[in-house]
């Protein structure tokens, strides 16, 4: 809304200029996100206090009914609001890839919502179940896909098939053609990267700051892939229109670090399905759009390996009847071999910046 009307003004005024800029737009949503974050956590975190918390799973480490039992969950909502508050001031509305990110993202959180509040309200670790979860998480990114699949069809001067094709990264011009099964593939990023941040959600200050990371990295991508200019120069596959996600993934940044100051240990407050359901699912839709799916498993490297060891200890549980970690997820694994939270908390946080490098240098070696 302020970037029309001081695009509006600038004509005018030369000052107001400056919300042309792309980067200046994304800096203006992380700082609204970020401050907006800060302003109402506190009051939302004393008003979650009065509904009560919701129970410490039995089947989680030991320490955590201790040390977590009593702390309220929902704060993802902290997050969403920066989010919606700094991408509607200062993105372009205009451009429709900025609502489709927001359906994802709002529709994930809205999913969350409800499971967390009914953890809350029945005083039980089990919200709705999985596999509602699953269909709901579904449905609204086969819409998104379907949608942004269209966008890029339509767009002029991008070559026929492309828009379901997955790119691989290190070639130039290397493209898997999928035709409709990109749906399929599509929804299964949007909907996998969502649930990966869900699990790795299990430490204070795990999953905020390797989603802050990311969508700093997806920032740039989608600066670089959205500009015909540096597109080219850097030999990427241009994506007409979603430069403006940067500004989306500034506020994720903006809204994080809100949240962080509430969450990090001891968390005042966790951010529940609310956050991670929505935080994972923006990630994985920015990264369809922008058609760096296979980056995001470089980039999301944690969540991806976070997920992984939830797979291998069921499977091999189910087959063998032994289990592969002392506790999945994996941070749990650690736990239990006698790390200390900080610990585990800061190490995945330096694997997830050298993860993040390597992605992004996907961009050059080619």
Known sequence: MLYFLFSQLASDIAVFNVVNYLTFRTGAGLVTAFLVAIIIGKPFIGWLKTKGSQ??????????????????????????????????????????????????????????????????????????????????QSVVALIAVIWMTELLSSAPNVPDGFATSI???????????????????GLIV??????????????????IVPVMIAAGSFGF??????????????????????????????????AGLGFL????????????DTGSLSLGGAIGTIAVAVKHEIVLAIIGGLFVLEALSVM????????????????????????????????????????AVVLALIGLSTLKLR
């Not at 991508?221 to 500034?250: D, H, K, R, W």
């Not at 994996?330 to 900080?342: C, D, Y």
Request: hydrophobic letters at 50%.
């Open 221 to 254: 991508i989608a600066y670089f892939v959205g500009s015909a200019v540096y597109s080219n120069y850097l030999f990427l596959n241009f994506t007409p229109g979603t430069g403006e996600l940067a500004v989306i993934c500034g506020t994720i940044i903006g």
């Open 167 to 185: 790119a691989v990264p290190f070639f130039k011009d290397v493209l898997i053609p999928l035709s409709y099964g990109f749906f399929l593939f």
């Open 55 to 136: 129970p410490i799973r039995d089947d989680g480490p030991e320490t955590h009914v201790l040390t977590k039992a009593g702390t309220p969950t929902m704060g993802g909502f902290i997050i969403l609001l920066g989010i919606l508050a700094g991408t509607l001031l200062w993105a372009d509305l205009s451009n429709p890839y900025i609502w489709v990110v927001l359906l994802v993202t709002a529709g994930f959180g809205g999913i969350g919502f409800l499971d967390d509040w009914r953890k809350v309200t029945k005083r039980s670790s089990a919200g709705i179940s999985g596999k509602a979860k699953l269909a709901l």
């Open 312 to 351: 291998i200890q069921v499977a091999s549980f189910k087959l063998t009847g032994k289990r592969v970690f002392r506790m999945a997820p994996v941070h749990h694994h650690f736990e239990k071999m006698g790390w200390a939270e900080p610990t585990i908390v800061i190490r995945f946080w330096i694997i």
């Open 261 to 272: 100051w509430y969450n990090a240990p001891p968390a005042m407050v966790f951010m529940g």
């Open 190 to 207: 949007i909907v996998g990267a969502s649930n990966a941040v869900n699990i790795t959600d299990g430490l204070d200050g795990l999953a």
